[in-house]
């Protein structure tokens, strides 16, 4: 921060030695450096330096910035009246001080043309419009400036948010999810020792990538997709006969990276409101992958009877929360639709893979 602060301090004090002393530097090369001039311009200058910092160091961000403008014109009027005021007498005092050590003759001598103060009204008019540019400049400045450190501290919240998004998915995760799957592999160990031990082995690798392998923003696709289809197989288990199950999963050969967790809310959405133990059900499921194009992700799943009258409201709020993290990972390189038909939800999420 110290070091912010002298380089702005270092470019205030150059640009203002770069405005007082060009006009030096070039009147001295062509032989005609006069101080009335010079005096009457450093005045000036000194003028819109103060209300130059008066705005950008207290006025702007004291009523400005809290939508006091009512008084912020206000005191700049005043500011205003004040200083060319002073302007106006300092000049005068100028010129007349100067004609006073210098009277000219009795008629002018040729070739040497009588000084004239310039006309008062064209002064007023001058400095005012170039109050009005240092005025501007200072806010343009300011505003500038704050627009920069509120995007910064924006991008900061955007991050802050995906990491809280991130860890409420991760947390989808306990306890049902990981209660019902080990009920389930209970079961099998009486009935199938091999699936059971699979079921476990599938487990570790599904709990080792959300706690472990998927830290990073993005991750490789494949890992999401394994990670996918070690879901889909463990909530299997749950399903019995009269669950028609489709899943496709495929990638041509795609090495991009992707954020992780994308998928999991939409197959979690599936199973829960797809499933009946009475009724004849189905859940279809494809990911597509083309390397360098995207993804493209569908899920289908019937409805019940019992859950046709029933708001889905955890369902609800996880799908919020992949728009939110959709909008804020791929502002303009994605698409999600969400559409209940009469006896199916269909969800289809697209992904493009930004150009490398």
């Given amino acids: 921060m110290n070091v912010k602060n002298s380089i702005k301090l270092f470019s205030h ?28 311009y450093f005045t000036q200058v000194g003028i819109f330096a103060l209300l130059f ?48 050590m210098n009277p000219p003759p009795m008629g002018e001598r040729e070739g040497v043309p009588r000084r004239h103060k310039p006309p008062f009204g064209m002064r007023i008019f001058t400095d005012y419009l170039l109050i009005i540019f240092v005025i501007g400049l200072s806010v343009a400045i300011k505003m500038t400036a704050r627009w920069y450190r509120d995007s910064i501290n924006y991008e900061k919240v955007k991050s802050t948010q995906l990491e809280a998004d991130l860890r409420n998915l991760r947390s989808q995760l306990n306890p049902h999810f990981l209660f019902n799957t080990l009920n389930n592999i209970y079961s099998l160990i009486i009935i199938d020792q ?27 696709i494949d890992k999401e997709l ?6 889909i197989d463990l909530m299997k288990l749950r399903i019995s006969s009269n669950i028609r199950l489709n899943v496709l999963i495929e990638n ?10 994308m998928f999991m809310t939409l197959i979690e959405n599936a199973f829960k409101h797809g499933l009946s133990s009475d009724e004849d059900c189905f859940i279809d499921i494809k ?32 799908l919020a929360n992949l728009t939110k993290r959709l909008e804020l990972i791929y502002p303009n390189n994605h698409e999600l639709i969400v559409e209940r ?16």
């Fill in 13 to 40: 004090v150059l640009i203002w030695c770069i405005v007082l002393l060009v006009p030096v530097y070039i009147m001295s090369r062509e032989g005609t450096f006069d101080s009335i001039p010079y005096i009457s």
């Fill in 53 to 100: 910092y008066i705005n950008y160091l207290y006025l702007i961000e004291k009523l400005l910035f809290h939508k006091k403008i009512a008084a912020y014109i206000c005191v700049n009027i005043v500011l205003i009246a004040m200083l060319v005021g002073i302007q106006t007498m300092v000049m005068d005092f100028i010129f007349s001080s100067f004609y006073t």
């Fill in 194 to 220: 091999h699936k059971a031990q699979d079921s476990v082995h599938r487990l570790s690798n599904l709990l080792r990538y959300v706690l472990y392998d998927n830290d990073r923003k993005f991750v490789p």
């Fill in 226 to 231: 394994e990670f996918t289809r070690n879901y």
């Fill in 252 to 261: 041509k050969e795609s090495k991009d990276m992707i954020a992780s967790l």
């Fill in 287 to 318: 990911i597509l992958v083309e390397k360098e194009k995207g993804v493209l992700c569908t899920v289908e799943n019937s409805i019940s009877e019992s859950e046709n009258h029933i708001e889905t409201g955890n369902s609800g709020i996880g």
């Fill in 341 to 356: 038909r009469i006896e199916s939800f269909f969800v289809l999420l697209r992904i493009d893979f930004p150009q490398k």
